[in-house]
């Protein structure tokens, strides 16, 4: 059983600046999930946003942000963080942590929404032109 409390704010952000979300996940087996960022906008499906290995070692983007956001991850403090920089409109959408209990060697599997076991609440990101 793992819970996933996202916060860092959220909120308005204009056009080319930046914004760190983080997510806070419960229990000691914290190390044993990958960790992955989605985001879905107003009539739009869930996407993958990027995700982090195990160990931290190894990240995985979407080609929409890869070079923007960065994705990190403490496990002494259970955390995940998402940094954006040079945001864009079309980056506004809810964010979501997830945690995925399974192990794929290709890290693209990890786009798939339905491989995650928990989900965040989820935080609205909305960028200004």
């Known amino acids: 059983q793992v819970q996933l409390v996202e916060s860092g704010g959220g909120g308005l952000v204009q056009a080319g600046g930046s914004l760190r979300l983080s997510c806070a996940a419960s229990?000691?087996?914290?190390?044993?999930?990958?960790m992955g960022w989605f985001r879905q906008a107003p009539g739009k499906a869930r996407e993958f946003v990027g995700g982090?290995?195990?160990?931290?070692?190894?990240?995985y983007y979407a080609n929409s942000v890869k070079g923007r956001f960065t994705i990190s991850r403490d496990n002494a403090k259970n955390t995940v963080y998402l940094q954006m920089s040079s945001l864009k409109p079309e980056d506004t959408a809810k964010y979501y942590c997830?945690?995925?209990?399974?192990?794929?060697?290709?890290?693209?599997?990890?786009?798939?929404?339905?491989?995650?076991?928990?989900w965040g609440q989820g935080t609205q990101v909305t960028v200004s032109s």
């Open positions: 229990g000691r087996t914290f190390s044993n999930y990958f």
């Open positions: 982090i290995r195990r160990s931290g070692n190894s990240t």
């Open positions: 997830a945690a995925s209990s399974r192990y794929y060697s290709a890290m693209a599997y990890y786009t798939n929404r339905f491989l995650y076991d928990y």
